[in-house]
């Protein structure tokens, strides 16, 4: 059987050995023949994208399998140009918009993938690609997002912010109550779990009553530098969706009309927030990665209010050298060093609301220029790498392929005798 050297790119379709791309990786003596990732979709390319793209530099032999892929050409350099094989779902009726208004068929397409004939499975998930159905033998590895969340603890949130009552309330706790159902069941299926925090893997520990190994996701370094100047505007970017909590984030400048607040980046509610918007909130719609990591670098500080599982935009801010005020709960209180600590690089507000928004701003500005100092946020945001990301990842999945092809052997010993 034919080996390739360390630090070879592969062709898709030759035979790689697992970490082979890696020159510096002790790859094992086993080869593999063919390696499956499986996503949930691709509808943009956001921070849980992140973690795809250097999966896929780690395996570039790697087949790629999604539920949906509508990515736009803007993004597509993010998946190095590679084709995607996508389920019955990317063909039902207004998928493209309305792709989470097909969640309930989420499961049924996830298991419809085939994936007969893959020496390697690793599913990247923030909803259901976990639940890709696998044989003994197979290794499945899967990096997890995030149990359901809207399924699990904020169901009645998300039900609330739908507006949902009544006969479609009782309908929709139907659906939820049998995702779970799935959810779990889907969460027993991987040979190993790979949480992106320890936030996550307590979710894990809860939800499913496994235990996962925590890896978080990586950041790209490379397209920030830290600017020790600012131009005087905060920044919020990201998904314009309910649980970003942005409206949060306009009602706490729209009290300070002296501060003045961009917000970049798309979705579902960027109608309605800019049409309620005062006049120091300026909305930019989508911007390009050029123009993200340009206003990183220029904000005095970037604003998030959400609960993050992990995070990544609050990381790649201080990747530019600039302080975060985020909400102190979930994954970001692993990712930002509070004021109070050595070398700090941004401040928690205690509640979800506006008001204990103003007062973290308040508590920001009284700190003074160069409290918190770009050379900390980017050193902070480098424990961070992508490098670090793929040799914790190209390890747990050797020592998973390592173990099965041991139990293998010993079962084909047993059968012999």
Not at 90 to 110: C, I, M, T
Not at 129 to 144: D, L, M
Not at 236 to 261: E, N, Q, T, Y
Request: net charge positive.
């Amino acid at each position: 059987m034919p080996q390739i050297a360390p630090g070879a790119v592969a062709d898709p379709r030759a035979i790689v050995r697992v970490g082979a791309c890696r020159p510096s990786f002790q790859p094992l003596p086993e080869l593999l023949l063919r390696i499956a990732l499986v996503c949930d979709g691709f509808t943009s390319f956001g921070g849980a994208d992140r973690v795809v793209e250097t999966l896929l530099q780690l395996y570039p032999s790697a087949d790629l399998f999604a539920l949906v892929d509508f990515v736009p050409q803007l993004a597509r350099a993010g998946l190095g140009g590679r084709s995607v094989r996508t389920t019955f779902l990317q063909r039902l009726p207004f998928a493209r918009r309305r792709f989470r208004a097909y969640l309930p068929l989420y499961p049924l397409a996830v298991e419809s993938i085939d994936l007969r004939g893959y020496d390697l499975v690793i599913s990247a998930q923030f909803a259901a690609a976990h639940g890709v159905i696998t044989h003994p033998f197979q290794p499945h590895i899967a990096h997890i997002s995030s149990p359901m969340r809207y399924a699990w603890d904020l169901q009645a949130d998300h039900l609330e912010l739908a507006g949902m009552r009544g006969a479609r309330s009782a309908f929709a706790r139907y659906l939820l109550h049998r995702l779970r159902l799935w959810d779990y069941a889907a969460g027993q299926r991987p040979d190993v779990l790979v949480a992106n925090s320890h936030f996550v893997a307590e979710r894990v520990r809860k939800y499913y009553r496994r235990e996962s190994v925590v890896i978080h996701p990586p950041v790209a370094l490379d397209r920030f530098s830290a600017d020790a100047g600012h131009d005087g505007f905060y920044l919020s970017l990201g998904r314009l969706v309910p649980h970003k909590r942005v409206d949060l984030i306009v009602d706490a400048f729209a009290a300070s009309p002296a501060r003045r607040l961009i917000v970049a980046g798309g979705g579902p509610l960027l109608a309605t927030l800019r049409a309620s918007a005062p006049p120091n909130v300026a909305f930019v719609g989508e911007v390009d990665e050029d123009e993200a990591a340009r206003l990183m670098s220029r904000a005095r500080a970037f604003i998030h209010a959400a609960v993050e599982d992990f995070g990544i935009a609050p990381l790649e801010a201080q990747a530019a050298g600039t302080p975060v005020i985020a909400h102190g709960r979930g994954g970001l209180t692993e990712t930002i060093v509070p004021v109070g600590a050595a070398r700090p690089t941004g401040l928690f507000f205690a509640e979800q609301t506006a008001a204990s928004l103003r007062e973290a701003i308040d508590r920001f500005e009284a700190l003074g220029e160069g409290a918190i100092s770009a050379v900390d946020c980017r050193t902070n945001a480098e424990r961070f790498d992508a490098d670090r990301f793929r040799r914790a990842f190209a390890a747990t999945v050797d020592a998973e392929v390592a173990r099965q092809a041991d139990a293998a052997r010993g079962l084909g010993g047993t059968a012999r005798r």
